[in-house]
Each structure stands twice: as C-alpha cells, then as structure tokens.
C-alpha cells in the first residue's frame, strides 16, 4: 500500500452529487445569518474572528449526524472532506477548535439568537409553500440528564400560582354567589383583612381551632413542596411516568405540523406536566401562526383549562377518550347523570345529590342525603364514607371538556389522531435515534 502519494484533486469532485450536505447548501442562504448576528460583533476593534456562518454549520453538522460532542465534531470536520467543502475550508486548511465553538455559543450568541435563526428557517420553508400550519400536533418527550440519580437532595420550593388562578377565581365566585354562597377572599384581600385586624388582647379567652387558624396554617403548607433536586445538573427534575425508569430528565414540550417541520419547543425540568408548559408553548404558537385551527394532543391535554383556552380561542382540540376515574369495584361513572334543569346528580338508586359547594379548584360538590345512603342496598358499591355521603363533582369548565369529547366522534378526529405515530412521535423518534436527543451531553 503506497501512502504520501502527492495528488492534484479538487475538492468539488470528491462530494457527491446527492451528498446532504449539498443538497442543503444550495437551498439555503447564508448571508442571512450575517444580518442576525451582527450586532453581537464589534466591528473595528479586536482580531478578525472565525465566521459565524461556519460556527452554525458545525454544529449543525453534530445534530445532522448524531456527533456525541463538539470535540468529536470539530475531529471530524478535520477529517471529512464533505465536512471541509460544506465549511468552505481547503484540505490543508486548519479548521476551528472545539473551543471556539463552545465559547461563542455560550458568551456571544444567546437564546434570542437562537429562536431568530429558528425563525428564519421556518419563514424559509414557508416561503417555498411546505409550512401548512393549520392543523398541529403538540406532545412532550423526556431527555436523560448528564446527572446521578444518587446524587440528590431533597429541597422546599415555592409553588407557583396557576396561569389561570385568577381567572378561574373570579368564575367560581360568579358560580358561588348564583348558588347563594359566600365568594372566596382573593389572597391580597386576605392579607388586607389580616393586616387590618388588631392582636388579639391578652384578657381575652383563646379560641381553640379557629377557621382563621386552619386557613393560614393550610395557605403556609400549600405554597410550598418538597422536590428532588440533582447536586450535579440542578435545572433538571425527577422524571417519573408510568413504565419509565425514575430519572433525573428534561421534558421537551413539542409542536409540529402534518409534515414533521417543528413549530415551536419549550424545554422544563422532567417534573413539569405536560399539561403545565401548555400555555407556554400554545401562546408563541398562535402568536406566531395564528391561521392554527386545530390542535391534536394525547390525553394528558385533555384538561378543563387547556379545552377552554383552545375552544375559545376558536380553534379545536383533538384529544383520545379519558377513562374517568372512580372507586374500584364501584358503580360505573355515567351511572351517575346530571340533570341541568335542577341542577343535581341522580345516582345509580335514583336517589338525588344536591349541590353542596363550588370549591376553589372550580368543582362544584354534589352530595348525598346520608339517611338515604345509610340504607341505600348498594351503598358498598357507591362510597365507603363513614358519614355515608357520596360526593360527585363536576368543574365549572366542564362543558369545553365535552365539546372536545364530541369531537371524537368526528371522522376528522379520527384521520387526523391517528396521524400522531406519523409526525410528533415520528419527530421525537427521528431526534433520538439520529440526532444524539435521546440524552443531554451537558448540565444544565
């Protein structure tokens, strides 16, 4: 085998015609990038710095290729010749270190940086007619950290208030008050109240279990929680989903249209519920593609607050049938039926429940009359209360919750979820398997 044979080649023949990399190169135009990053340079101070564009390629040629890491990245593109002609560098050229790479993707371009370039490429796609955005589908997969999952620690944090907390505030007072009850005291009213009231004098006689006792102690234990926290990758959470291996994670929440083109992604800790990061994700979308008619999701969406934001919105949601939850071994749910007129539950004895509360979470509380129950020749199949109350409750959004179970029934509906395997699942697939997605190589 003879080595050090001196030839002349050009560069151009040694990359395939069908090559990605070509393919890629002649349906984009770069010089865009230039008009995105240029105000992250100073233009007549410092050395002459490695063109930008050439830094997006490279990594762009790690996630095409699954590359672990942006040494192994920066490894290959000194040893591919396609790898070279993509970046325009000659063979006997010295390409940039990885360090490079690392140092400006993390001191100079930024996540605005980033979502502007994502932006581009999908005006781009939209531009040559391929970006159909009127039906989406969204879903959540979990990214393994570069974490120990022995190295944890236990830690209190705040909880933070629903997105939605005043708005379904307001409607369970507006329930309330139609149902002849007291509305609930907003949380500034209460400090307001707590604040206006004076200490209580020494001469008076203490009372035992005060409902102002039990509220601030309970409000106290409420607004905080206690999560497992990783000592090597802090930003992630503790994933934990059925079958899954209990792990420290992130969750990638993810839209995409009917061809595969990713619209939007938000990126949380593997604690956070899908449902959670909705709104999140949801509001860029439609700030972004507001011709969004429809949105197709699995059964973790299928909440009374993401139907009510979908529908009225005016836009539906496409969701798979929920198996209600109830007492095991009991009575089925749709043996109990609401009757609007008097606005009560009718049990499997044809016994009725009234109306007891709205709470705060937006259920109304239907009870039973506990002298009927104590009787009742099904009781065991209907509640184990002591008290032999049975409750059943209802949310105040319920109706947007029917609406989109209606809407299962539509052939629409059908065609359209079953198109979930082929472009969301399909996308997290792809990512995975191809594209090094199925862990984190970094922390945080």
Request: with cysteine; net charge neutral.
């Amino acid at each position: 085998m003879e080595r050090g044979i001196y030839e002349i080649v050009d560069t151009e023949s040694l990359v395939p015609a069908e090559h990605l990399l070509r393919k890629i190169d002649a349906a984009i135009n770069w010089n865009k990038l230039y008009d995105i990053v240029e105000p992250l340079y100073c233009e007549d101070n410092g050395r002459p710095s490695i063109d930008p564009v050439v830094l997006f390629k490279m990594v762009l040629i790690q996630h095409l290729y699954g590359l672990p890491s942006l040494r192994r990245t920066a490894e290959e593109v000194s040893l591919n010749v396609a790898y070279r002609w993509f970046l325009g560098y000659r063979l006997q050229e010295e390409t940039p270190h990885f360090s490079t790479i690392s140092y400006n993707f993390k001191h100079r371009f930024t996540l605005e940086t980033v979502n502007q370039i994502f932006d581009w490429i999908l005006s781009e796609i939209a531009e040559a007619g391929y970006l159909y955005t009127y039906t989406v589908f969204v879903d959540g997969t979990h990214i393994k950290a570069n974490a120990n999952n022995k190295k944890v620690v236990k830690e209190e944090v705040e909880v933070e208030a629903k997105r939605y907390a005043e708005e379904l505030m307001e409607e369970v007072n507006t329930d309330r008050i139609a149902h002849g009850k007291k509305p609930f005291a907003t949380e500034e009213e209460e400090t307001d109240e707590n604040e206006d009231n004076d200490p209580p004098s020494k001469s008076k006689k203490k009372r035992d279990n005060t409902s102002k006792k039990k509220l601030k102690k309970r409000k106290k234990e409420a607004k905080k929680k206690t999560v497992t926290k990783s000592t090597t990758d802090p930003d992630a959470g503790m994933f934990v989903k059925g079958d899954h291996k209990k792990q420290m994670a992130y969750e990638a929440h993810t839209v995409c249209n009917q061809h595969g083109y990713v619209l939007e992604v938000e990126v949380t800790p593997g604690n956070v519920h899908d449902s959670v990061a909705f709104d999140d994700v949801y509001d860029k979308l439609v700030e972004k593609h507001p011709e969004v008619k429809t949105v197709v999701a699995d059964s973790a969406y299928k909440t009374p607050h993401i139907c009510k934001k979908v529908f009225e919105d005016g836009r539906e949601l496409y969701a798979p049938y929920t198996r209600p939850k109830t007492m095991e071994g009991g009575h089925e749910w749709w043996k109990y039926v609401y009757d609007e007129y008097y606005d009560c539950i009718i049990c499997p004895e044809f016994q009725v429940l009234k109306y007891s509360t709205t709470n705060r979470d937006g259920y109304r509380e239907y009870k039973s009359n506990p002298q009927v129950c104590a009787n009742c020749p099904t009781r065991v199949l209907c509640t184990r209360n002591k008290d032999f109350i049975k409750t059943v409750t209802q949310h105040i959004w319920k109706p947007y919750v029917d609406m989109a179970e209606e809407l299962r029934y539509t052939e629409r509906h059908k065609r359209y979820y079953k198109m979930r395997k082929e472009t969301i699942e399909r996308v997290f697939a792809d990512a995975k398997e191809k594209h090094g997605m199925r862990y984190t190589r970094y922390t945080g």
